[in-house]
């Protein structure tokens, strides 16, 4: 059922006729109707390439506020759904909605990530040569506009901000360093961080841990934990440690499809799963 079907159903006489089509290009940002507590919807969404299918009529949701696992092999659609939901890639079939009332599938990239969605590739993206404190500022989600970014000073409210985010990410010591010469896992966080600094309600994170240290990716863990409840997070990830400590629902893609979802100890115990995925 689609979230505007959800509305008419709650709602025999709703606030708004039905020319509204293009409903989602009129919320503003911090707007997000999140009445179902469901922050994200996808329905029967299929997308080919040169035939071959790699998103089958899949349908998801995300909670607000929840985190959630994604597993499975590769060329199970991971990738691809991530591609859909930040507007990379367009379906062939099927609906994106972020929200009760934001169509995803009618929104550029650049206006999907303004509208409150971070995505974070396995490779950090920072600018390695400016000090982690510039990249969180650099980051800020403020008018970009020449003259307002060479004239304005960094305010009271700003540095906060980014302090606060310091600590988070657990940079604090690290804030004046230049950001190449950081760790990999630290590059990670600050590519977090940087993220935060958009002030994201949803966080999209591909293989966060790859190629950390087991401390590293413990520390990972617990800031994603902490960061469930203010932002949503979808955490592909291939480390099957790793999204226990998460904890939450796991859904497993094959072939373009959910093929499982629940805890993580009830799809390590599907047969489905088993043979697919985590047998090999």
Known sequence: MKPVDLLLEN????????????????LKPGEL????????????????????????KLSLTIDAGELRCIIG??????????????????????????????????????????????RKFQKPTIFENHTVFENLELAMKTDKRVWRSLMAMLDSAAGDRIAETLQLIRLGAQADRLAGLLSH????????????????????????????????????GELFISLAGKHSLVVVEHDMAFVKQLGGRVTVLHEGSVLAEGALEE??????????????
Do not use: C
């Open 267 to 280: 799809v390590q115990g599907d047969a489905r799963v088993i043979e697919v995925y985590l047998g090999r």
């Open 185 to 220: 896992g630290q590059k990670q966080w600050l590519e977090i961080g940087m993220l935060l600094m958009q002030e994201p309600k949803l966080l999209l994170l591909d293989e966060p841990v790859a190629g950390m240290t087991d401390e590293e990716t413990e520390r990972t």
């Open 33 to 56: 109707d999140l009445s179902h507590k469901v922050i994200l919807y996808l329905e029967d969404i299929t997308v080919s390439f040169d035939g071959f299918r790699a998103l089958n």
């Open 73 to 118: 092999p590769n060329g199970a659609g991971k990738t691809t759904m991530m591609d859909v939901i930040t507007g990379k890639t367009r379906p062939d079939e099927g609906t994106v909605f972020f929200g009760q009332t934001l169509d995803l599938t009618r929104l550029t990239e650049p206006e999907i990530a303004h509208a409150g969605i971070g």
């Open 11 to 26: 709602d025999e006489n709703p606030d708004w006729d039905s020319g509204t089509a293009e409903l989602g290009h009129m």
